[in-house]
T-cell receptor, first 112, second 115 residues
């Protein structure tokens, strides 16, 4: 079965600093990986996905993610964090039937 | 224009009651899903329908019955509600089930509280 792990429950970063939210994956075959963000009392918003091609994927709101096959990682990054980026971030992997298997989520707190 | 909408947004009910949550998407997608997010924010798929046909049923109790009257709607009916059913239920949709790179778009969620 496909799975993803988000090793950090929470990430704290100062506004203006770069941020990284970590995700590692375990799949058989080619991985199809996704990042979603959930703001308080809101639904999940799609940020970006890796299917194939360039290892650096650019997404919404200035976020990007780096696919690393040797380290089986798909970390989410942003060069300069905003307070408004504070939210719950989910990494996910596609499994059979196109269902998404989510990680446990990482709370990102950006302080001014 | 909301792409994936759910009603109601909040649902508070007593144990043993039967309730329904409705989902509609105006994206023209063929596939719709129900996910459950528990109190620890863990998300897990429950069902998936492709063009009104059930394709995923993730060992969900029989008390949960999805119904898809057409490919733009996927409703979730829950019988004999239990305390453990309290959660946030998210509907999602994507273009097609067989295409692995398809992005799923989520609704705003329905917060169910069973007392």
């Amino acid at each position: 079965a496909q799975s993803v792990a988000q090793p950090e429950d929470q990430v704290n970063v100062a506004e203006g600093n770069p941020l990284t939210v970590k995700c590692t994956y375990s799949v058989s075959g080619n991985p199809y990986l996704f990042w979603y963000v959930q703001y308080p009392n809101r639904g999940l918003q799609f940020l970006l996905k890796y299917i194939t091609g360039d290892n650096l994927v650019k997404g919404s709101y200035g976020f990007e993610a780096e696919f690393n096959k040797s380290q089986t990682s798909f970390h989410l990054k942003k060069p300069s964090a905003l307070v408004s980026d504070s939210a719950l971030y989910f990494c996910a992997v596609r499994e059979y039937g196109n269902k998404l298997v989510f990680g446990a989520g990482t709370i990102l707190r950006v302080k001014s | 224009d909301t792409a994936v909408s759910q009603t109601p947004k909040y649902l508070v009910t007593q144990m043993g009651n039967d309730k329904s949550i409705k989902c509609e998407q105006n994206l023209g997608h063929d596939t719709m899903y129900w996910y459950k997010q528990d109190s620890k924010k863990f998300l897990k798929i429950m069902f998936s329908y492709n063009n009104k046909e059930l394709i995923i049923n993730e060992t969900v109790p029989n008390r949960f019955s999805p119904k898809s009257p057409d490919k733009a709607h996927l409703n979730l009916h829950i019988n004999s509600l239990e305390l453990g059913d309290s959660a946030v239920y998210f509907c999602a949709s994507s273009q097609a089930a067989g295409v692995s790179q398809e992005t799923q778009y989520f609704g705003p969620g329905t917060r169910l509280l069973v007392l």
